[in-house]
């Protein structure tokens, strides 16, 4: 292990992310007494902090408010010995002992690296997108879908996550609109038949959505949709827009140290959250492009943990 026990920057297991993977790997981590330090940027608590209701996260039978739930994991860290810095980290070593990360604020180092940095759902950019993001826009039907029963609800997008969320959301929709800017579906052939056969499914060709009428108060109304060859515009009436483009993971700081998939998400060992660096841990959205829950990424935040903590062991034997 480094000879850095002086240095109050130098930690055993730093966390990157505040999510619930990187709260979970907080708590288990701080409870083996390795006192973590979790290193978040200005906006703590991941996309939790972007949802209103949850509804299926266990312990919470009347559901919780996504901030509130986030709160409580963090003062579940604090109380078992978590060090929070807010800092944004702009570069990252990973390669030399002690791993280095380097933020706007400070220099930390570290024996073990518990990444969780999360994906970031990407916009469309229409307006009023963002501002109606948990009043009827959402990222994730699993988690709002159930919202929207017997509602007219709208999905944007033409790949594979469009589509399965189309389908699952028709389970709620008393009607669906699957709104892609193009003519043909990026999805896989089975995701398309799915879709295509489903008669609650309409498919607006062509189309892309230009703004979502509605308030925080009445939630959405309607889509102002521009026709991407005609440039015509018309209004949608709907009572959700389901936004399913894609997700871009925050793996950014480790291009080139890390073993990435082709869409830059990190890849760790088949039985183990580790990466092909010895003591570097991926847990949450940042390494999972498939179930991205609340309650995945805390499993997966408890298994960087107690990977972590082996590790640090094992540099005893
Ligand atoms: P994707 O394949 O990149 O598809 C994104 C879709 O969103 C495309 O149809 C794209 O349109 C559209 N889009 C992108 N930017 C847009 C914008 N600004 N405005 C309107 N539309 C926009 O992303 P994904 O569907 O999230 O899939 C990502 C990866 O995960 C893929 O490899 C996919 O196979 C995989 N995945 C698999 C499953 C599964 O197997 N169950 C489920 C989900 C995802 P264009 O087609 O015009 O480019």
């Given at each position: 292990m480094s000879d850095s026990t002086n240095n109050p920057n130098h930690h055993k297991v730093i966390i990157l992310g505040s999510g619930p993977a990187g709260l979970t790997a907080a708590i288990y981590t701080a409870r083996a007494s390795l006192n973590p330090l979790l290193i978040h940027g200005p906006l703590a608590g991941g996309q939790l902090t972007t949802t209103?209701?949850?509804?299926?996260?266990?312990?919470?039978?009347?559901?919780?408010?996504?901030?509130?739930?986030?709160?409580?994991?963090?003062?579940?860290?604090?109380?078992f010995g978590t060090t929070i810095a807010v800092d944004t980290i702009v570069k990252a070593d990973v390669t030399q002992r002690?791993?280095?990360?380097?933020?706007?604020?400070?220099?930390?180092?570290?024996?073990?690296?518990?990444?969780?940095?999360?994906?970031?759902?990407?916009y469309i950019g229409a307006q009023n997108e963002r501002e109606l993001l948990g009043y009827g826009v959402s990222t994730c039907a699993t988690c709002d879908g159930a919202f929207f029963r017997n509602k007219i609800i709208t999905v944007v997008g033409g790949g594979d996550s469009a589509c399965e969320e189309a389908s699952f959301l028709t389970r709620f929709a008393s009607k669906l609109y699957l709104i892609h800017r193009r003519d043909s579906l990026r999805a896989s052939k089975i995701m398309q038949d799915r879709v295509l056969s489903n008669p609650k499914i309409e498919v607006l060709w062509n189309k892309g959505v230009v703004a979502v009428e509605g308030s925080k108060k009445d939630g959405v109304t309607a889509l102002v949709l521009e026709d991407t060859k005609t440039k015509e515009r018309s209004t949608l009436p709907a009572d959700a827009l389901f936004v399913a483009i894609g997700?871009?993971?925050?793996?950014?700081?480790?291009?080139?140290?890390?073993?990435?998939?082709?869409?830059?998400?990190?890849?760790?060992?088949?039985?183990?959250?580790?990466?092909?660096?010895?003591g570097v841990f991926v847990s949450g959205d940042v390494q999972d492009h498939v179930f991205r829950q609340a309650i995945t990424a805390a499993g997966s935040g408890c298994q960087a943990a107690i990977g972590a903590e082996r590790y640090l062991e094992s540099l005893h034997e």
């Open positions: 209103t209701d949850v509804e299926n996260f266990p312990g919470f039978p009347e559901g919780i408010m996504g901030p509130e739930l986030m709160q409580l994991m963090e003062k579940q860290a604090v109380r002690p791993i280095q990360l380097v933020g706007q604020s400070g220099t930390y180092t570290c024996d073990s690296l518990i990444i969780s940095t999360g994906a970031a759902p990407k997700h871009t993971p925050n793996s950014h700081l480790f291009k080139g140290q890390l073993e990435m998939d082709e869409n830059g998400y990190l890849l760790h060992k088949a039985d183990s959250p580790e990466t092909n660096v010895p």
